[in-house]
């Protein structure tokens, strides 16, 4: 079974534009999850989706945002980026509640 | 050596040798934990997970403890091998999300 998958794996923008992180989850699995890795702040929750609908939400600005359609695939996007968001962006998936969440390999944004 | 209880930012270990890494949780209501593996340049890679009605879990390799008393967790590793080297994080799961200790990097000396 194919893992979670991410796309772009690189990314570079410069501040005030946008972007938009695509994730594929494992085949079966309804909720995704996004996280921000730093090297200051470590792994911080951005959301969760469950068919199609958002469950959860961490304390970001509301600049992040995401979505989920029908097959699971899911995308985040973040507007006006900021030097700081320059982060490793994380998907997981999981089968079901306070089920195992499994990573894919990221996406590196470089916002200049 | 053990480093009992105690969350290090670094572990250096000889090859062979048994590794110990520690994590204090913080959410008292939380009933799944897991621990994850991540290497240079990938996602954090699922190893081991424990649910609150366990205190011990037994994998390859590796054993989880859970004291919920103390909000700790603790993942040792048996015969640390050379591909163990990585950055390890614990997790704890409540209402649909994950929040990540420190994290502790794994040195393994030849």
């Known amino acids: 079974k194919a893992g979670v998958t991410q796309t772009p794996r690189y990314l570079i923008k410069t501040r005030g534009q946008q972007v938009t992180l695509s994730c594929s989850p494992i085949s079966g699995h309804r909720s995704v999850s996004w996280y921000q890795q730093t090297p200051g702040q470590g792994l911080q929750f951005l959301f969760e989706?469950?068919?199609?609908?958002?469950?959860n939400k961490g304390n970001f600005p509301g600049r992040f945002s995401g979505r989920q359609f029908s097959n699971s695939r899911s995308e985040m996007n973040v507007s006006t980026l900021e030097l700081g968001d320059s982060a490793l962006y994380l998907c997981a998936s999981s089968h079901s509640d306070a089920d195992t969440q499994y990573f894919g390999p990221g996406t590196r944004l470089t916002v200049l | 050596g053990e480093n009992v209880g105690l969350h290090l930012p670094t572990l250096s270990v000889q090859e062979g040798d048994n590794s110990i890494i520690n994590c204090a949780y913080s959410?008292?209501?939380?009933?799944?934990f897991i621990w994850y593996k991540q290497e240079s340049g990938k996602g954090p890679q699922f190893i081991i997970d424990?649910?609150?009605?366990?205190d011990k879990r037994q994998g390859q390799r590796v054993t989880v403890l859970l004291n919920k008393t103390v909000k700790h967790l603790s993942l040792q590793i048996a015969a640390t091998q050379p591909g163990d080297s990585a950055v390890y994080f614990c997790a704890w799961e409540r209402d649909y999300k994950l929040s990540f200790g420190a994290g502790t990097t794994v040195t393994v000396r030849a």
């Open positions: 424990i649910r609150s009605n366990m």
């Open positions: 989706y469950f068919s199609e609908t958002q469950r």
């Open positions: 959410n008292s209501a939380s009933d799944y």
